[in-house]
């Protein structure tokens, strides 16, 4: 009698989870890690000094392909979506702005909290090992680049029940005021350099409300040729910008600090989303697309954080051995290109399994009380001082540490978010009905 084979459990969809969100974040960050590879090139001179450089903007072919491949912006327009969402959730369900911005600092800052005390220790290590220190501190500052993301997206997020309120008030003119302040910025910046830096803030905010407009459907009133001509009229927009010479044609150089050249990014990218929405929930919706994405999902957070930093630990190995070293951007360096993606994802396995389950633990606890709002601030400033510091000065070895001891000091002063908090919340638990379906299920990274 032969027994029926077994079929593969299909993953699980949760109700009400976007799957072209997921799929989008997914397809961000592999395209953040392989260009990430591309770029970090370590140098040893003859007479012993180590430099770093970008092969890859140095290429002639590099301005056109990151204009189309810069998906910042998107991840911030995902954010808008999801954030805005589970703002929404957890206020049905009486939670206030403070509890929001509790369970967000304490998903993002947790696996940071533990990257910036492993590399600090670990550079600490190496230099009282005799590892020169110009090495140290190029390993530090290349490692730490990831950083000033979580600073704008930490920015950006706990700014969410602000903007949502005047969203749902006037969201045509919220979005305005936030571009006309990019724009005043951007233009104040060849007199007041340092002013630039507030576009961290102001530029994706702006973005994120782009996600808002999203949410509320705002694009999908809109049809295929509309869309379209959406997509065509930034990118023209943006090129006619860099055609008078007022943003420049690189868009990694307009990345730190932003001006508004992302926002046409943006914007663009926000209707390509909706364009293509279809089509990516066919391909998100086939089987081993999903389990993928559902696994990559649940510890973006710390692909993203730790793969700059093993990516340059194991660069900066080489160079120690005296492991041969192709000049960048020749043939040889190229085609090692591949190998070192691929020991970069190996490296990063056990690095997944000891820290990952840092981003899946729990934070909703078993009391209704958040904490009090003195500590939630308290909080959010102690973090922002060292990510600031970072995203204008560079990432140190001194700063690694102070860094490391302000963000488990924040987590302390966070505690547990409270349990109406919907990021936590099973999908069983009740709640009041919500107009339209949720996407809270997309938990930030």
Request: aromatic fraction near 8%; hydrophobic fraction near 55%.
């Amino acid at each position: 009698m032969r027994v029926p084979r077994q079929r593969k459990a299909v993953p699980v969809m949760v109700p009400g989870r976007d799957l072209v969100i997921d799929l989008a974040r997914f397809i961000c960050l592999a395209l953040v890690v392989v260009a990430h590879t591309m770029m970090v090139s370590p140098v040893l001179h003859p007479d012993g000094t180590v430099t770093s450089e970008n092969t890859l903007e140095n290429q002639p072919w590099f301005l056109p392909v990151i204009w189309v491949l810069q998906v910042m912006p998107l991840f911030f327009v995902a954010g808008g979506i999801t954030g805005l969402q589970s703002w929404r959730r957890l206020r049905s369900r009486g939670g206030s702005a403070y509890d929001y911005i509790q369970a967000r600092m304490l998903r993002l800052i947790r696996p940071a909290a533990v990257l910036l005390g492993v590399m600090f220790t670990g550079l600490w290590a190496a230099r009282l090992a005799g590892v020169d220190p110009q090495v140290i501190e190029l390993l530090a500052a290349g490692a730490g680049m990831p950083l000033w993301f979580l600073a704008a997206y930490l920015a950006a997020q706990l700014n969410v029940p602000c903007l949502a309120a005047l969203h749902a008030r006037a969201p045509w003119l919220t979005l305005a005021g936030l571009v006309s302040l990019v724009i005043a910025i951007d233009c104040l910046r060849g007199v007041l350099p340092l002013l630039a830096h507030a576009n961290m803030i102001f530029l994706w905010c702006a973005v994120q409300q782009l996600g808002f407009m999203v949410e509320d459907g705002w694009l999908q009133r809109l049809g295929r040729h509309n869309l379209a001509g959406i997509i065509l009229a930034g990118n023209l927009g943006l090129g006619l910008l860099v055609l008078l010479g007022l943003y420049p044609g690189n868009m990694l150089a307009n990345l730190n600090p932003p001006n508004a050249s992302l926002l046409f990014l943006g914007i663009s990218q926000a209707a390509a989303l909706q364009l293509f929405r279809p089509w990516l929930h066919r391909l998100a919706s086939v089987e081993w697309v999903l389990r993928l994405v559902a696994g990559a999902g649940r510890r973006a957070m710390t692909v993203y954080l730790w793969h700059l930093p093993v990516l340059a630990a194991m660069s900066g190995l080489l160079l120690l051995t005296g492991f041969p070293q192709p000049a960048g951007g020749t043939a040889a360096w190229w085609w090692g290109r591949p190998l070192v993606l691929l020991a970069v994802m190996a490296l990063l396995l056990p690095v997944l399994a000891l820290f990952g389950p840092l981003e899946e633990l729990p934070t909703a606890s078993s009391h209704t009380r958040g904490r009090p709002a003195a500590a939630v601030v308290t909080a959010a400033v102690v973090v922002f001082i060292p990510v600031s510091d970072a995203a204008l000065n560079g990432l140190t070895l001194g700063l690694l540490g102070g860094g490391a001891a302000c963000f488990v000091l924040a987590t302390l002063l966070l505690g547990r978010a409270p349990a109406r908090d919907t990021a936590g919340a099973r999908p069983e638990a009740s709640a009041p009905p919500l107009p339209h379906p949720p996407l809270s299920a997309n938990l930030e990274p």
